[in-house]
């Protein structure tokens, strides 16, 4: 049976004014009068909406809920966070506020739990961050400096007329790869010293390269063989 005045819709607005009415009765800051009862609108829909001003030049801002005629002000920064000249920064982590606001890491430096330091595989040397395996000045420790016609290569100075490959001066351009010393290209990889390149592939030196029939290209024991028109091993 439905009571006049009485619905689902307004019996939720009257429920909430009931309990926020009730909290707000029982605490109070000094100096700070609360209503005992808030009012009622039937038609405002029945829930309690917030809307909060931009935050401020101390990460503050002021609220106002719907279902309480006064406005509060809350913090705009998390728990893990600072306010830095008006905005929110994690000073773990933050280059531009390392450790507390304004401290600011130096170029190629990154801010890990509240210190500022370098990446990983870099190495301060003054206020730089260097690699110590391919900088000229810093090759292989801090003010070791190439000569001129030398670089440095797995922190090694090295003849510039040599290549780098895989931290070890020398070795074989192979166009967009490099075969170490002592090594050959082929195909999209390297043969070892004693290994020859058969169509992409490596055969030990001793073998036949052979293009068989039933099973392409294989690196024979013996020889390759011809005969009836199949091509094969043996």
Same mark, same amino acid.
Request: glycine share 14%; aromatic share 6%; hydrophobic share 15%.
């Given at each position: 049976?439905?009571? &006049? ?9 009257? @429920? ?9 009765? @029982? ?11 808030? &009012?009622?609108? &039937? ?25 309480? &005629? ?33 401290? +600011? ?12 330091? =370098? ?10 961050? +260097? ?21 440095? =290569? ?81």
């Amino acid at each position: 049976m439905n009571m &006049p005045g009485f619905t689902a819709h307004n019996s939720l607005c009257r @429920s909430n004014q009931h309990y926020i009415s009730g909290f707000f009765s @029982s605490w109070r800051t000094l100096g700070t009068v609360v209503p005992t009862t808030l &009012p009622y609108d &039937p038609n405002d829909g029945g829930d309690c909406h917030v809307t909060c001003d931009e935050c401020s030049h101390n990460c503050m801002r002021t609220c106002q809920n719907t279902c309480y &005629p006064g406005t509060y002000t809350e913090r705009c920064c998390g728990s893990t966070e600072t306010c830095c000249s008006g905005k929110c920064v994690n000073t773990k982590s933050n280059s531009a506020n390392c450790g507390a606001c304004g401290n +600011v890491c130096s170029t190629g430096m990154t801010c890990s739990n509240g210190v500022c330091g =370098c990446s990983p595989g870099k190495t301060l040397c003054g206020n730089d961050c +260097v690699d110590l395996s391919s900088d000229r000045h810093h090759c292989g420790a801090c003010g070791t400096t190439c000569p001129t016609n030398q670089m440095c =290569c797995g922190g090694t100075c090295c003849p510039t007329d040599q290549i780098c490959c895989g931290g070890t001066c020398g070795g074989t351009d192979c166009g967009g790869f490099c075969c170490p010393e002592g090594q050959s290209c082929c195909g999209k990889g390297c043969c070892s010293k004693g290994q020859f390149c058969c169509a992409g592939g490596c055969c030990e030196k001793g073998t036949t390269c052979c293009n068989t029939t039933f099973f392409g290209w294989q690196c024979c024991p013996n020889k390759c063989n011809h005969a009836l028109g199949v091509t094969y091993c043996t």
